[in-house]
């Protein structure tokens, strides 16, 4: 089947972050860097993770004259202190760390300044095995997930032949170098396209996470796509039955305390909520949404 | 797909015009995001051409080593070919080497050889000179021969001219030799003539001298006759009949003369005279005196008394006419063993168990003299022939000699066996004779204090008494084995053994005697019966039974035709074969 050429959905696919990976100086000065070693610039696809990023970033150190010889699971990345959790995608990461409202008149802060750590890896705050072999079976897992909440079951993630789930990966990971974006997003989302439309079947839930600030624990809930009524919910709708405080109400207009953050732009909140599950998902099937505070 | 387009179809209102805005804000967010691609694509292409560089630094770095390396390796082989030349040369240096080498131990095993030669040499020198000190020996040795040589030649001439000289002085004495041996010859001659003229004068004076033993030989059987007709007429008149009609005059040896002790023929006697000889045949008494058993019994060198010793202690003195007790002695501590009178009757010698020896005097009846000095039973105590000495025979295995006038034993004979009995061979009692309890008899020589002689295995049993016989050449000894045996003194061999039916000793110290002539044996038996041997005939004569206890001795008076006998049971009988 071949990929739908929606426009949003190829946007989202395209999407990338600059990133400027600096190494931690202490860190540099122990692993024999006799001089100062520039920072690496590296242009990230957001629906990526960083996990696929660390072997490029590990030759570039090493090339320059770094001694590391260990585990490309040593290697972890923080932002500001904060270890970054590799398992979220780069996009969403960027989007709750900055907490840059797309909105706002100030400049972004672009290029992303992250620091790369080759030791000394917080084993209290973040999950080892960073190898690309974990990063896949958290991905696959993740669509799991979705199909789960979509249909109550994984049998239709785990009929997918061998191949088809070889093609969803492969389609996201080797999704770095701009000529192969369009076979990629070819090769995704003939398979994906499936999934997310459910074969014309409506979902009995819509698999979604809703991201706070401040470190605040995820919100999953199960999120049925149509009322009882059969009305289609919007995301005003869901927004406010998961978060009366923050959203008294469903209408876009009149919720100045805080916005849904969604690959970076701030959508309106009458989008129809399995639509955006449809098509505003992140590769891992999911819908995930940043709220930010107003400041 | 068509779901699609239909959702998108269908959200063209106002109010959905969300796409639209979406669409919008995703290009604003995307000018914003991807404001730096360019830069990030030329920073990563100049990051490339960076690393590519490093990489040739690298490889350059590791070629430049390389090449220092060679260089230093070249530089090093370019100096040990000038130090050592190329190959070729150091080729030819090595050969040179190694023949150096080779010539060098050449000239070292040349070196050695010379060494050993020279060596060799100098011992070939001290051989030759060793050589040639033994040939100047030699040399001396030959001539110092030589002359030995010369000087027993010499000498050797000087015996032959000896000889010679000895030779001539041989001649002579050969001469005067055969000279001597001719009066030899005569002088033999005339010496055979005596010689044979001896001789027949010996023989005459043998034949004499036959003549005269032959003679009085004849004259001695005319006695021995006379004495049996005499007694025939005496046992005739006393109606007994004990007649010797075999007698035979040349039965006994000792009386016949014999070559060459050509004497009178006379035998040493005890110089006594004794009636005529008859075997006691009747009982004429019989008394018990003793309040004990009596163990002995003895006559008195005349005939007139007897003595009995008991073991009431004491010992009774008879008459040997009337036989009443003329005295009783007494003094013992323990039962008289033996009683002996001395020659001239005046003492009596008892021998006690109470290991003493005692002597009393017969006219006063007391105790002479005590000899004590024994430690076990004295069995035996007789007087020498001329009563200076007591011998005394004890169960303590002892002969103890007695000097009767210093009062002490003089003489201790350590006898081997307990004493018997013990009897003086001669008149002044240096030989002894005794008998033993371990069957043997012995003689001893009292001044020397040794045994002369030990005859083992004449009895089977103990020795209870040895007499001598009257002529002095005989020992009688009686035993437990119940047979009496007569030793010839001088030959120390038995002569006769007599024994008979019914005959058993009566008791350990039973004691038999000879006839005073010495023709008979007296005995006595277990039974009470008296057993009379003839002695020239060796055969059993005659038994008399009276008694009836065992019979523990007999004495044949000297006057001939009494005998005394004493038993067990106290009883005493006096027998006699003359005329009442």
């Known amino acids: 089947m071949t990929a739908p050429q929606n426009p949003i959905t190829r946007a989202i696919w395209d999407g990338t972050l600059p990133i400027k990976f600096s190494l931690d100086s202490t860190e ?216 009366p405080e923050l959203f008294p109400s469903p209408l876009p207009t009149e919720n100045a305390f805080a916005a849904p953050v969604i690959h970076g732009v701030i959508p309106q909140l009458n989008i129809p909520i399995l639509w955006a599950s449809q098509n505003l998902c992140y590769p891992d099937n999911f819908l995930h949404i940043v709220v930010l505070l107003d400041s | 797909m068509s779901t699609f387009s239909n959702t998108s179809a269908s959200n063209s209102t106002p109010a959905g015009n969300w796409q639209g805005d979406l669409l919008v804000k995703l290009l604003v967010r995307d000018r914003r995001e991807k404001a730096f691609t360019d830069f990030v694509e030329s920073y990563n292409s100049l990051v490339q051409k960076l690393g590519k560089f490093v990489e040739r630094n690298a490889e350059l770095e590791l070629s430049e080593k390389a090449a220092t390396e060679k260089h230093s390796n070249l530089s090093r082989e370019v100096e040990i070919l000038r130090e050592q030349g190329s190959p070729s040369n150091q080729k030819k240096t090595a050969e040179l080497e190694q023949q150096i080498q080779t010539l060098k131990e050449e000239r070292a095993e040349l070196y050695k050889t010379q060494g050993q030669n020279a060596q060799r040499l100098l011992n070939l020198n001290d051989v030759l000179r060793g050589h040639e000190d033994t040939a100047k020996r030699n040399q001396e040795e030959i001539q110092r021969l030589t002359e030995l040589n010369q000087n027993l030649t010499a000498k050797v001439d000087l015996q032959t001219q000896v000889i010679r000289e000895k030779d001539v002085t041989i001649q002579l004495l050969q001469d005067e030799h055969a000279t001597l041996q001719l009066e030899i010859g005569k002088i033999d001659e005339r010496m055979k003539d005596l010689e044979r003229e001896n001789g027949q004068l010996l023989q005459r004076w043998l034949k004499k001298m036959n003549e005269e033993a032959e003679k009085m030989n004849e004259a001695n059987q005319f006695y021995e006759s006379a004495l049996e007709v005499h007694a025939k007429a005496l046992e005739f008149q006393s109606g007994v009949v004990i007649v010797d009609k075999e007698f035979t005059p040349m039965n006994n040896v000792p009386k016949s003369v014999s070559f060459p002790e050509a004497g009178t023929g006379t035998i040493r006697t005890r110089g006594k005279d004794f009636g005529p000889v008859i075997i006691p045949t009747a009982m004429i008494k019989k008394i018990t005196p003793h309040d004990g058993e009596i163990h ?85 105590a007789r007087f020498n022939g001329d009563s200076t000495k007591v011998i005394t025979g004890s169960h303590d295995r002892t002969i103890k000699v007695w000097d009767l006038q210093k009062g002490y034993c003089i003489r201790t004979i350590f006898s081997f066996s307990s004493c018997n009995d013990v009897v003086p061979l001669d008149e002044e009692g240096t030989t002894l004779v005794s008998g033993h309890l371990d069957n043997n008899l012995r003689f001893w020589d009292v001044r020397s204090g040794k045994d002369i002689k030990e005859l083992t295995g004449i009895h089977l049993g103990q020795i209870t008494s040895v007499s001598v016989s009257p002529d002095g050449a005989k020992v009688l000894t009686n035993s437990r084995d119940n047979m009496l045996k007569i030793v010839d003194l001088r030959t120390y061999e038995v002569e006769q053994t007599l024994h008979a039916d019914g005959y058993k000793t009566g008791a350990n110290w039973a004691r038999a005697c000879f006839s005073p002539d010495g023709r008979y044996v007296a005995a006595g038996s277990l039974d009470g019966t008296i057993f009379y041997w003839n002695i020239q005939k060796s055969k059993l004569e005659k038994m008399t039974k009276e008694h009836i206890a065992p019979i523990c001795g007999v004495a044949w008076s000297p006057r001939g035709g009494q005998l005394f006998s004493a038993d067990k049971d106290r009883t005493v009988c006096m027998w006699t074969g003359g005329l009442r």
């Open chain 2, 296 to 380: 002995a019994i003895a006559s008195s060198y005349d005939g007139n008394m007897f003595a009995t010793g008991s073991a009431d202690k004491t010992i009774k003195i008879f008459d040997s006419t009337t036989g009443q007790v003329k005295q009783t002695l007494s003094g013992s501590i323990q039962s008289i063993m033996h009683v002996s009178f001395n020659n001239t009757n005046e003492m009596v010698a008892g021998a006690s168990n109470d290991n003493a020896a005692r002597l009393w005097h017969l006219k006063t009846g007391r105790i002479r003299l005590t000899l004590t000095g024994h430690v076990g039973k004295v069995y035996s």
């Open chain 1, 28 to 243: 540099a000065a122990e692993l024999g860097a006799k001089t100062l070693v520039e920072p690496y610039f590296l242009e990230a696809p957001r629906c990526s993770y960083f996990p696929l990023l660390t072997s490029q970033i590990r030759k570039y150190f090493v090339d320059m004259s770094l001694n590391f010889i260990g585990d490309d699971a040593e290697i972890w990345y923080d932002v500001d202190g904060i270890p970054l959790k590799w398992h979220y995608p780069i996009g969403l990461l960027y989007d709750l760390h900055t907490g840059y409202r797309p909105d706002s008149n100030s400049p972004p802060p672009l290029p992303w300044p992250v620091t790369v750590h080759f030791k000394n890896f917080p084993i209290d705050k973040l999950i080892r095995a960073q190898a690309i072999d974990a990063t896949q079976d958290f991905f696959m897992s993740m669509i799991k997930e979705a199909d789960f909440l979509r249909n109550g079951s994984t049998k239709k993630v785990m009929n997918l032949s061998k191949n088809d789930q070889t093609q969803l990966w492969d389609g996201l990971w080797s999704s770095f170098s701009q000529k192969y974006r369009t076979e990629n997003y070819d090769r995704f989302w003939s398979i994906n396209y499936r999934l997310v439309t459910n074969d014309g079947q409506l979902p009995k839930h819509v698999p979604l996470r809703i991201y706070l600030p401040d470190n605040c624990p995820v919100i999953q809930e199960p999120i049925a796509p149509s009322d009882e009524n059969g009305n289609q919910l919007t995301l005003g709708d869901v927004l406010h039955q998961i978060l």
